[in-house]
């Protein structure tokens, strides 16, 4: 005899599983917008790339003076000495590239740092408020993702954005204190 085929949701359980789902949407550029976890990280971070663009800035313009210098000295070397100044300044050159590829390495790694601590913070949140609302899915919606459209009911972003500003602002680290501090 052939095989019976089932028709879709009618096979033991997942006829309630479906039944009961809860799909709603998070607006991710909202939270991003109006976390103020988040807001404070990114002054940090600003101000961190300032600092190190001043830092850069100093040694980059010390080493065009010492160019300058050498240009305007060069014709009481001897031919030695302005080589060896030369390489001197070249080694110098290369050093502060290396210098600087290492600040953008740093803040690179800082801002993947704090987009990962968004990332945990908003996904255990969403956690929590799933298993406390009976929801089943949650859906990021942004300019970029497969949602094109939903109802407006389905949408949580407020109350997930007050739980978690109204977290920080209490001092509950969703994530270890230590781990969401950038240097």
């Known amino acids: 005899s052939a095989p019976s085929v089932e028709e879709p949701g009618t096979s033991g359980d997942s006829t309630e599983v479906l039944k009961d789902a809860t799909i709603v949407y998070i607006n991710s550029d909202s939270v991003v917008a109006n976390y103020e976890y988040l807001k404070d990280k990114q002054a940090e971070l600003e101000a961190k790339g300032k600092k190190l663009d001043a830092e850069y800035k100093n040694r980059a313009q010390g080493l065009q003076a010492e160019v300058n210098n050498y240009q ?58 799933g298993k406390e609302n009976n929801i089943q899915v949650v859906l990021k919606f942004n300019q970029g993702s497969d949602v094109l459209y939903a109802n407006e009911g389905m949408d949580i972003t407020a109350p997930i954005i007050k739980i978690l500003n109204d977290r920080y602002a209490n001092g509950e680290a969703v994530i270890e204190a230590d781990s969401t501090s950038v240097k």
């Open 72 to 129: 305007q000295n060069d014709s009481n070397l001897t031919m030695g000495q302005a080589r060896a100044v030369e390489e001197d300044l070249m080694k110098k050159q290369q050093n502060l590239r290396v210098y600087e590829k290492s600040l953008m390495q740093e803040l690179s790694k800082d801002e993947a740092k704090v987009s990962q601590e968004l990332y945990e913070h908003v996904s255990k949140v969403v956690a929590q408020y």
